[in-house]
């Protein structure tokens, strides 16, 4: 099905595991696809409908070239999937100041930076897309067990990054209501523990504890992604739709 043809979507992390699994879904559903990453993708494909660009989504100006850009040149901006983030691990007693800002910075102000700039051009076409990449860890405080062994706390998402991904769901759920009068719906997709280069550490206690029996991939979250994206699911916004295998239920 290509039920996006003739839609155009920005993907912010486009370079990173999920990001990239992203954009394929995407173009394979007949968008035209902007990848974006701190450093261009190498992966472009003007033929299939994906073009890359370097993009910091941490700088306002940057993003609203980008945007401003795309709008532009291809007519409208439709889709827009903001799956550019960092992992952080460690505890609270330990985590520097430095680190907290600098997971803040790309998880959650990125984010709204990235939304922000799409506002004006969805609502003006009156139809608009925006999916958040959230995180379990958003939701249940984090999957390590200190209390049980202190080193699973070092190789699961500290407090940083499950607050900046808690900051995104809320993010969503305000933009949902603020949009939704103007043909725009803001979701996002909460995934668990997904098999990537950042979870190589995952612990095989917390492994263990994933009721489907296994990490998630990259094209588990995109094919999630791809559903919130649909033009016919209109009456969908506001959600935060859970990827996790059943590691967390809500």
């Given at each position: 099905?290509?039920?996006?043809?003739?839609?155009?979507?920005?993907?912010?992390?486009?370079?990173?595991?999920?990001?990239?699994?992203?954009v394929?879904?995407?173009?394979?559903?007949?968008a035209?696809?902007?990848?974006?990453?701190?450093?261009?993708p190498?992966?472009?494909?003007?033929?299939?409908?994906?073009?890359?660009?370097?993009?910091?989504?941490t700088?306002?100006?940057?993003?609203?070239?980008l945007?401003?850009?795309?709008?532009?040149?291809?007519?409208?901006?439709?889709?827009?999937?903001?799956?550019a983030?960092?992992?952080?691990f460690?505890?609270?007693?330990?985590?520097?100041?430095?680190e907290?800002?600098?997971?803040?910075?790309?998880?959650?102000?990125?984010?709204?930076?990235?939304?922000?700039?799409?506002?004006?051009?969805?609502?003006?076409?009156?139809?608009?897309?925006?999916?958040?990449?959230?995180?379990?860890?958003?939701?249940?405080?984090?999957?390590?067990?200190?209390w049980?062994?202190?080193?699973?706390?070092?190789?699961?998402?500290n407090?940083?990054?499950?607050?900046s991904?808690?900051?995104?769901?809320?993010?969503?759920?305000?933009?949902?209501?603020?949009?939704?009068?103007?043909?725009?719906t803001?979701?996002a997709?909460?995934?668990?523990?997904i098999?990537t280069?950042?979870?190589?550490?995952?612990?095989?206690?917390?492994?263990?504890?994933?009721?489907?029996g296994?990490?998630?991939?990259?094209?588990?979250?995109?094919?999630a992604?791809?559903?919130?994206?649909?033009?016919?699911?209109?009456f969908?916004?506001?959600e935060?739709?859970?990827?996790?295998?059943?590691?967390?239920?809500?």
């Amino acid at each position: 099905m290509r039920e996006l043809e003739g839609k155009v979507a920005l993907v912010t992390g486009g370079a990173g595991a999920i990001g990239a699994a992203v954009v394929h879904a995407l173009a394979v559903a007949g968008a035209t696809v902007v990848s974006a990453d701190k450093v261009a993708p190498s992966v472009q494909d003007a033929q299939a409908g994906v073009h890359a660009a370097a993009l910091d989504v941490t700088a306002r100006d940057e993003v609203a070239r980008l945007v401003a850009g795309i709008v532009q040149r291809h007519g409208a901006l439709d889709v827009l999937v903001n799956a550019a983030g960092v992992v952080s691990f460690g505890s609270a007693a330990t985590l520097e100041e430095a680190e907290w800002n600098r997971v803040l910075d790309i998880n959650l102000k990125g984010v709204f930076l990235a939304c922000q700039a799409a506002i004006g051009p969805m609502k003006a076409n009156g139809f608009g897309r925006i999916v958040n990449i959230g995180s379990v860890v958003g939701k249940n405080a984090g999957n390590a067990r200190p209390w049980l062994d202190a080193g699973e706390q070092a190789r699961a998402g500290n407090v940083a990054y499950g607050a900046s991904k808690a900051g995104a769901h809320m993010l969503t759920l305000f933009l949902a209501k603020e949009l939704a009068a103007y043909g725009v719906t803001v979701n996002a997709v909460a995934p668990g523990p997904i098999a990537t280069a950042m979870t190589t550490t995952f612990p095989d206690a917390l492994r263990a504890l994933i009721p489907a029996g296994r990490m998630g991939t990259p094209a588990d979250v995109a094919r999630a992604v791809l559903f919130l994206c649909a033009p016919e699911n209109g009456f969908v916004t506001g959600e935060i739709l859970d990827v996790n295998g059943g590691m967390y239920c809500d």
